[in-house]
């Protein structure tokens, strides 16, 4: 597998309007577990997320773009639960697959709507925290660009969009790793082809330019952009 530049044409089946939708609900539902072992979120809710939600106070809301399943909102919100934190948690994403496996989680303070970006930026719209997990490499090189602006509108605090970082290791990792949560998912074909689409960080960097956006790297094969509204 050659992984030197960013496969921009491979597709993942999940993106298929007309995929199998049992396969699809499945691997929604699944990716609760595979964003628990690899996406970094327990981090990044410690060293940004916590104490964004102390500053703003009980008031503060938060805004997940893209949720697909939901677990990464309700995930934080259970933390957020646990330190004490009261803020209004949102989730959005515009396949309407997605919404009926967000809304199954059930959890005390977390809504889910149909909507992209887009949508709540016409609206006016505006949270103290906008977040992402997964979505940057999904996007072409028109709607990244688009999805990162309209990001930074509807937060007046921080912005976080979290994805993988392509390497060899990671590939080879995930495709050994994914084998026991596989079976009646995507997870395999879509995660392989999600590490394809992903960035390096120096990649995302020029995508996404300062002063607004800074590149980090956080847990092994992860990358975090923080983006700055008033940057
Ligand atoms: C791989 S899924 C990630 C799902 C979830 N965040 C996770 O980590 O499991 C990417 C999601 O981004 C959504 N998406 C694409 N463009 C979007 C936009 N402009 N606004 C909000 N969501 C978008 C897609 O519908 C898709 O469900």
């Known amino acids: 597998m050659n992984l030197r530049e960013r496969d921009r044409e491979v597709r993942e089946l999940m993106d298929d309007p007309a995929c199998d939708p049992h396969l699809l609900a499945a691997t ?13 979120w327990g981090r990044v809710y410690r060293t940004e997320v916590r104490p964004l939600l102390r500053r703003a106070g009980r008031s ?54 149909q909507a992209d970006s887009a949508t709540l930026r016409a609206e006016g719209e505006r949270f103290d925290l906008v977040l992402s997990n997964h979505v940057l490499h999904h996007l072409d090189d028109t709607d990244l660009p688009a999805f990162a602006a309209d990001s930074l509108a509807l937060s007046r605090g921080m912005v976080l969009h979290a ?28 995660g392989l082809r999600s590490i394809r689409r ?34």
């Open 163 to 190: 994805d993988i970082e392509r390497s060899h290791l990671a590939y080879a990792l995930y495709a050994v790793g994914i084998t026991p949560l596989a079976p009646g998912t995507f997870l395999r074909t879509d």
């Open 198 to 231: 992903s960035f390096r960080a120096g990649e995302l960097a020029a995508v996404l330019p300062g002063p607004a956006w800074a590149v980090r790297r956080g847990v092994p094969f992860r990358l975090l952009a923080v983006g700055h509204p008033d940057a």
């Open 60 to 113: 503060a809301r938060v805004l997940d773009l893209g949720c697909g399943g939901g677990d990464v909102i309700a995930r934080l919100a259970r933390w957020a639960h646990a330190d004490g934190l009261h803020a209004e948690w949102l989730g959005v994403d515009p396949d309407p697959r997605a919404l009926p496996v967000a809304r199954r989680r059930n959890t005390p303070g977390v809504s889910f709507r």
């Open 28 to 40: 929604l539902q699944r990716f609760d577990t595979v964003n628990r072992l690899i996406s970094g």
